[in-house]
């Protein structure tokens, strides 16, 4: 029943794949404009100190998803600089990683504050619009089929999806829905985490690491990394842990602070 959904002409796939993605992209930036405004934030970022923040989100954004996109096909990128530096770069440009791109941008956006003097939290603002785009992306993954190459490994379970070679993990359709169902508990798991220290973003970012470091031992893994992981999923762990030793050592700064007041 699902095959029915699936585009198997590669231009077609390409279009609705990449308006999809442009919808994720746009829609997510409407949504947090949105959202901001609804909380009483009418500020102009594009007349404030805030354009450091956007600029930073995307640039970054786009160089992690760029380089994480190409650290996941380590052998294969080798091959296409020692055969062509042209298709290599080609290679690169044309690369997508959800993963390179979130955290890019998070990295994007903590410079963008830097630069602007900026001290307050902002990654709270970021998780209905990050799960907007990952529901619509993710969608647009899925219906474009062979074409998109996140599916998962050749399967038997019921819900398998053939999309042109025999029935695989429908791991774009997995993560979709994830999102949807993380978006819509939302109300309820948003009330343990404290508004404005960024602890609802990071908790996102850590599950989202987490989810990924799963789900991509479902999907084929390119050679070139050790023990048998992806290069996604060695990113993912070193983020994970980066993450953690961050957080404990800010919680531990903020302790003694508090302890000397």
Not at 61 to 80: D, E, W, Y
Not at 179 to 184: E, G, P, S
Not at 189 to 207: H, I, K
Request: include cysteine; aromatic fraction near 10%; proline fraction near 4%.
């Amino acid at each position: 029943m699902l095959e029915a959904l699936i585009i198997h002409d590669q231009t077609a796939a390409r279009i609705v794949h990449s308006t999809l993605e442009l919808l994720a992209l746009s829609g997510g930036f409407l949504l947090y404009r949105h959202l901001k405004k609804r909380r009483g934030d009418t500020q102009n970022l594009w007349r404030s100190n805030g354009v450091w923040v956007v600029l930073g989100c995307l640039i970054g954004a786009g160089i992690g998803n760029k380089i994480v996109s190409a650290l996941h096909h380590p052998l294969l990128m080798q091959q296409l600089w020692q055969q062509s530096p042209q298709a290599f770069f080609i290679a690169v440009f044309s690369g997508q990683s959800v993963v390179g791109g979130l955290l890019g941008g998070w990295i994007g956006v903590e410079l963008g504050k830097k630069y602007a003097g900026i001290s307050s939290r902002t990654g709270d603002d970021f998780v209905v619009p990050i799960l907007f785009g990952l529901i619509i992306g993710r969608l647009g993954c899925f219906l474009a089929g062979a074409y998109d190459g996140t599916w998962g490994i050749h399967s038997s379970v019921p819900w398998a999806v053939d999309f042109g070679d025999g029935p695989r993990h429908p791991a774009a359709l997995y993560e979709m829905l994830l999102a949807l169902l993380a978006l819509c508990l939302y109300p309820w798991w948003r009330q343990y985490l404290q508004a404005g220290l960024g602890l609802r973003f990071r908790a996102l970012m850590m599950a989202y690491l987490l989810w990924r470091l799963f789900i991509d031992g479902l999907k084929p893994i390119p050679e070139g990394w050790p023990l048998g992981m992806a290069g996604i999923q060695w990113v993912c762990l070193i983020a994970l842990l980066l993450i953690i030793t961050l957080s404990l050592k800010a919680t531990l700064t903020r302790d003694n602070r508090h302890a000397k007041t």
